[in-house]
């Protein structure tokens, strides 16, 4: 039985109907002795009428309980099913699934080597199942939280199966969670994923360049077709590609002789390769920054996660309640924080940035202040078994009261049932 599916016997109640029809339909058997002066009477068939007593009554109740009980217990109880595993991360599935949807190699771009064809994370998986002696496993994907998933669920596998993960990444926990079997952690290698990213770069760029070879036209007139028709083709394709990148909105209000200041920062930020920034002048739905560079209070209708003022910023048109915390000295960059209705408010004397170590200073503060830190990757290993048995079964209470409850009500039954027939 699938530990998923344990709650279906619930769907058995139903079955609370036999021992009532069971106690309608039973009937008392009496043995009649004949008497010596009944013979002379005329025959008439013996009328027999039921009568409820307690004890009945009683037998009835008990019944339905002990079912009712072996029910629930069978629902709480969860039955392990699952033998040896391979847990595969997504990611890597995801990988090769782009790498199939390339073009093809062409004939200039020449047969893969084996080395190239070494490494690949479809050739990884398959070393790594059959070097674990597990190529008959069952796999599956490699859920998020797969260690806390695991710790969870692992009441689904049955004593001795053999677990491994092959993902490309694993966060690493505060604390390792105690299995009850033994898993094997697997990590595909930089050198692995270095190859994937380079074998389809390469062969995106033998993809183009055959595509524009096949579309040079032979005439003057076909080449000016040509080169347009290859122009159009192109921006979708640079379009794409900066689509991948992410978009940052910006609402930027400034006087005149500090937009150019602001507008080259943000401009280093996107030639750096750290997204498109996107100004505009006042906030919209995805405006995630809102850089008020002036005096004057804010429209009432702005808002935005993160605002970066001057120090001299009218903090009471904000609706800023808390007095600013003392300064903060981040990277070189004076700051102070503070919250408001609108969102979160950063003053700085520094703004806008004079020059590229300013700038890199409030991009580098920017980042490590409002993006979560990274977790650390966790390293390959084996996690031997720190439990003899595993987790109950999640969102169910344990069931050894209800084994309890089953013996106790099938005690009163029998002695109930063995009273009555004496």
Known sequence: MMASAQP????????????????????????SEPLATARFLPAAPPQTVRIWRWEDLLLLALRCLFLIALIGWLAAVSMPWRGDTVFIDPALTAREQAAAALPARGPAAGPASPAQAAASASYWIEQ????AGMSGAQRIALPANALQWLQANEHAWRPG??????????PMPAQLPPLAHMVDIRVLPPVVAAADRAAATAADRAATAATAGRAAPATASAAAAGRAATGAAAAPATGTAAAERPEHRIALSAPPEHLAAWRATFAAFESAGHGRYIIEDKPGAGTGLIVWDSQAAPPPGWHAPLWWLPASAPLAALGAREPLAKPLTINGLTLQITDSPRGRLWLSPALPPQNADAARALYETWQSLTRPAQPYPLPAQQLPPRRST????PGTPPAAWLAYLLLA???LERLITHARRR
Do not use: C, E, G, T
């Open 8 to 31: 279906l016997w619930w769907f058995a109640l139903p079955l609370l109907l036999l021992p009532i029809w069971w106690h309608r339909q039973k009937r008392q058997r009496i043995k």
């Open 409 to 411: 009500l099938f005690a």
């Open 161 to 170: 199966a053999r677990l491994l993960i092959l993902a490309q990444s694993i």
């Open 128 to 131: 790594q199942v059959a070097a």
């Open 390 to 393: 595993p987790l109950a079964m």
